[in-house]
């Protein structure tokens, strides 16, 4: 893009005013008791930041198709979050296995299919299958494929949610929606945590689910889903943050690569994007950042991990912290995150 180095510019004032802000709730805990009086505060000013969550509705949970493969049952149901407002969603389940299983939530990210390539749904359509093939992107069908219990929901502005389109030529829908919620005392990223929470209600429904193992994971803006819901919700036990780790700094002010349906107003105000992430200590946490993502380059993600990495240790769990740079762009690695949810959710059931 090219920019214009003149006072009047509203850039050139964006990245200044930008540069005098010093975030009132950033990470700078010493021992153990401030790091979790600095938790507290920052999640109540979180909280607050994304509003008032609505009133739950009855699920009235609908089976809409079941679809047997080789190694995993794939259910598609609907289940309502709020009055009036519907989530559709697969629940993909493994054969074979007995008694209650570790689940998993998989958010997607910001694309033109919503949920269906992260469960592995693509219709035989080749762009489908090669938006798969790009971002490695079907990683619920292949945590199912693990022994996880996996559900995959759509998020409001994305998939079935906008009829797998954008009825705003030129606009985007997340900003049209982000706008529209804000002006009904909403915001769109609060009102997705509260279903992805509404989600794993109906996931705790389910007979083959153990309540105690919980995870959550996406990638892009699927990683921003996986922060917040990690940080809010302690039902969630383990978390893999996906090519999302970076600074305000990088993809909102540098180079603007947001929209709507990722943010928390008057967040910097408070925190940056690593603060957040930090907030998720002492729970189990991968971050996976590829050496050549092109969204949220490494040099911003390197430096939201050491803050990372400083909460974790302060926290006094170091151990619970998993840190993956992989050779790849944006894209699921899987070269540490079957290991990571082997461990925390198999092998040390409901550590947190």
Known sequence: MNSVDAPQITDVFLRKLYRRMKPSLSFQAKTKE?????????????????????EPAPLNPQLLSTEETEKYVREKWLIQSEQDCYVPLYLLIPKNVDGKRPA?????????????????????????????????????????????????????????????????????????????????????????????????????????????????????????????LALLDDRIKAADIICYATTTEHYAISRPNFCGSQLVPYLYKYADVPDVIAAIAPKPL???????????????????????????????????????????????????????FEKFLCQDKGRD
Not at 34 to 54: A, Y
Not at 168 to 196: E, K, M, P, V
Request: aromatic residues 12%.
């Open 286 to 340: 991968l971050i996976e950042s590829g050496a050549s993502d092109t969204c949220f380059w490494i040099h911003s993600a390197k430096k939201a991990h050491e803050i990372i990495k400083r909460a974790y240790e302060v926290s006094g769990h170091p151990e619970n912290l998993w840190i993956e740079v992989f050779p790849g762009e944006h894209s699921f690695s899987g070269r540490m995150a079957f290991k990571f």
């Open 104 to 228: 998993i939530l998989c958010a997607h990210g910001h694309g033109p299919y919503g949920k269906d390539p992260v469960a592995g749904v693509h219709f035989n359509d080749p762009e489908r299958k090669a938006n798969i093939l790009r971002h490695n992107y079907n990683y619920g069908e292949q945590m199912a494929e693990r022994g996880f219990v996996t559900i995959v929901p759509d998020w409001r502005s994305f998939g079935e949610r906008i009829a797998y389109q954008n009825p705003y030529l030129g606009r985007d829908i997340c900003n049209i929606h982000f706008i529209q919620h804000l002006i009904l005392g909403r915001t769109l990223l609060g009102s997705n945590i509260f279903d992805g929470m509404r989600v794993i209600d109906f996931l705790l429904t389910r007979e083959e689910v153990d309540p105690e193992r919980i995870g959550c994971m996406g990638l892009s803006f699927g990683g921003t889903m996986t922060t917040y």
């Open 34 to 54: 401030e790091f979790e009086e600095w938790k507290r505060k920052l999640k109540n000013k979180i909280v607050e930041l994304l509003g008032e969550f609505p």
